[in-house]
């Protein structure tokens, strides 16, 4: 069993995290980081297993994100994409040719038997990465939609291909009962000097995580040293659907919510300074609240940002 | 069942092959030809399926194939494959990003439980052919060379990584005894009016053919109208490694080798003018002999062969 002697656990889902890990690593020493990767959005497309969320963080932290997307490659080019059209194939979920290689790679390598860990640790290695990235679990888990029309869709299918526009009804994560934690991972969570649950998605990028066995348990023993970001300030979500998908299912859209949402696992959240009025409501969900800038849009904030996560570890 | 009403059904290895295609449609109304393809030698590579012989076929008869190499685009790009160079994948096997999304259409269909037939149907005719293309087979079956130095070997690795630059003591065709012929494949056999073997490699590409049950027999009982064309030119192959393998496995290498070879499944052989001097050993074999120039370096050329199998058939 791996062992990961990392100072610092963030549980990751994929543009927002990967945002708060590239100033992680530098408010930290990158070795003593340890990425903790939802897959329950991974999926199976032409014969390949596609991981976004890793990938995303990856390729962040790499420096080779697309800047404008904040996901897939800079520079990238979409021949294999455009001459699948061709074909009428698949093209709503948009593969670049440079990152159809990190495709092809993983997928080679779990055909040979190699586990999702070991497969993102060479891709990590391969890109100079110093932090050590882990999936939640080696076992195939899914974010499944329920939508009022067309009832149970896979995440991308929602995500992407839908673009989120349509209603949920619920949100599952199939799979993930029978799933065992990323060897490694349950230690990583108990020695961890702080664990931080990133600005990602409660409801399609979190959840995941917590869902998998043991992993909600390690956090709810660990509260006293997690700290959580909002991803929602102002009451939207920066990016993606979590706005949406908290008043779909019936929370509030503010970082009252998450707090609500987060009470039980974590013992401090950090909210944005839009949101300092709601500092009284968030400790009255029973967290230690901080706020601060937490909009991430260039590498000296999301080191600030992640400064004062840190901070809010030792303080509390 | 499917039926083909082809008048000219070709047994098919890779480049050879295609170009006598590329004439036979010229020669014969498109739609009356039908191609049986090799597939032993689809691999399953980065989780794809590679069918490189019937894609070989189709992007010649689509006049897109490569003109330098004889497989692959032309004005391909290498983007994925140079990236996959940071995870030191597999690169040896060079797949082009125009390339790949055959490979990843192909692989998503077959997921979706298509057959392969169905799914190369589907291929060629979003290349707008009139001709149509058949695997040999939609089962799988594999060419496996042993080497002296490391036992059997898949036939990419022998073909393509090791350039067949090394020793074959046995050449089998795995799957094949289990196998079961394309539906519509003997019918189409039975039907046409004529046979043709293409110049292909008789051990790598031919013989796999053969070796799926039926297909020799339905030979033959149609021997009559069976044509084949000499790979063998002046005693060398004219690309790849038929010449070798022929003289390693005890054939002789040359026209009067393959016509031994085939003497029992084809009635007549055509061979290139500079083998003019070994027709009466080809008839020795018990093979018709046609004497005709059979190099395809151009497309008139290819006609020309075309025209002179088509003739062949209907003198015997």
Redesign the interface.
């Known amino acids: 069993m791996p062992e990961f002697a990392a100072k610092v656990c963030v549980l990751c889902g994929g543009v927002g995290a990967a945002k708060l890990l590239s100033g992680m690593v530098r408010a930290q020493r990158p070795k003593d980081v340890l990425a903790i990767v939802n897959t329950a959005d991974d999926t199976?497309?032409?014969?390949?297993?596609i991981s976004p969320d890793i990938d995303t963080v990856v390729y962040t932290l790499a420096g080779a994100v697309n800047p404008q997307t904040g996901w897939g490659l800079a520079n990238e080019?979409w021949?294999?994409?455009?001459?699948?059209e061709?074909?009428?194939?698949?093209t709503w979920f948009r593969l670049g040719?440079?990152?159809?290689?990190?495709?092809?790679?993983r997928?080679?390598r779990?055909?040979q038997g190699a586990n999702l860990a070991t497969v993102t640790a060479?891709?990590a290695a391969?890109?100079g990465l110093e932090l050590q990235v882990i999936p939640v679990t080696n076992d195939p888990i899914q974010t499944k939609i329920t939508t009022p029309d067309e009832g149970e869709i896979d995440f991308q299918d929602y995500f992407v291909r839908r673009r989120h526009n349509v209603a949920a009804t619920n949100v599952r994560v199939a799979g993930a009962q029978g799933a065992t934690p990323c060897p490694g991972l349950l230690g990583a969570l108990d020695n961890a000097n702080i664990i931080v649950i990133a600005p990602s998605n409660p409801i399609v990028s979190i959840a995941p995580l917590l869902a998998v066995p043991k992993v909600r348990p390690a956090l709810i023993r660990q509260r006293h040293k997690v700290v959580a970001v909002s991803p929602i300030v102002g009451g939207k979500a920066l990016k993606g659907p979590a706005d949406r998908l908290l008043r779909e299912l019936g929370h509030e859209c503010s970082v009252v919510g998450v707090a609500k949402l987060y009470a039980q696992v974590a013992s401090t959240l950090v909210i944005d300074e839009v949101d300092a009025h709601l500092a009284p409501a968030v400790q009255d969900a029973g967290l230690a609240c901080v706020v601060a800038p937490t909009i991430m849009d260039n590498i000296d904030k999301a080191t600030a940002l992640a400064q004062v996560v840190l901070n809010a570890s030792h303080s509390t």
């Open positions: 199976q497309l032409h014969g390949l297993h080019t021949n294999a994409m455009d001459a699948l061709r074909y009428d194939g698949i040719d440079r990152d159809l290689a990190t495709h092809l790679y997928t080679q779990l055909t060479e891709i391969s890109w």
